[in-house]
């Protein structure tokens, strides 16, 4: 499928390829090889055996398969798929496709960015950044809506609440239990959440649950603007 050239190109950059090289073949870049790589993930802790080695990769294993003169370069790695990063690419020319695998390894491409962006935006876990974006969205989406004007809470203002020490984990198939609650006021709560801004004051783990209870509030009233 590749020729001795094309081969040793893919060795030279540090790539492994595994195959019969008649009609099928499979790439892996190594972890730790420069170019492109994913954030780390638990898909990275799976040892994967290669000609009875053990290595790691930091990016998607590459097939490469050939059927009537056409080269088709696949990474699909979703069930059924195509997910985020899955492609299947035809190549007539054996040099294409070599371009393309090297583009997709160390140069900054489409498919490579759609696998990488899925993987941040999935994370378990959250940085300041993100919560600065996030939030910003907020406020500039409230700010082109309401402008200056003053938002009013509606009924819902005062509602039933679950104390944060309440909070559990909900085992499968288990019996509905009783929880108590108690009443959460939108207007007392954000009126604290003033008076600690006003005086420069930092938040502590209360007056979080009352910024989930105002956003709460917030997104009731997007549903009726929609």
Not at 123 to 147: A, G, M, P, T, W
Not at 194 to 222: C, G, M, P
């Amino acid at each position: 499928m590749l020729s001795i050239q094309n081969r040793e190109l893919l060795k030279l950059k540090g790539l492994l390829a595994s195959g019969n090289n008649e009609n099928r073949l499979t790439v892996i870049k190594p972890k730790g090889i420069p170019g492109n790589s994913l954030p780390e993930n638990n898909h990275f802790n799976i040892t994967i055996i290669w000609n009875d080695d053990e290595i790691f990769t930091d990016c998607p294993v590459i097939r490469l398969e050939k059927s009537n003169n056409k080269i088709s370069v696949i990474c699909w790695d979703w069930t059924p798929g195509p997910g985020p990063g899955d492609f299947c690419v035809d190549f007539e020319s054996e040099d294409d496709a070599v371009i393309f695998l090297l583009n997709y390894y160390f140069e900054n491409n489409d498919f490579f960015n759609a696998r990488k962006q899925y993987i941040i935006q999935s994370r378990n876990s959250i940085n300041v950044s993100d919560l600065k974006n996030i939030f910003n969205k907020i406020i500039y989406q409230f700010e082109n809506q309401f402008s200056d004007s003053e938002i009013t809470f509606t009924d819902r203002g005062t509602f039933n609440k679950i104390p944060i020490e309440n909070w559990r984990i909900t085992q499968k198939q288990e019996d509905k239990i009783p929880i108590e609650t108690q009443m959460g006021f939108i207007k007392h709560e954000v009126a604290e959440l003033r008076k600690k801004v006003d005086n420069e004051i930092d938040f502590e783990q209360e007056d979080l649950t009352y910024i989930a209870d105002l956003l709460n509030e917030l997104s009731f009233l997007l549903k009726t603007k929609v």
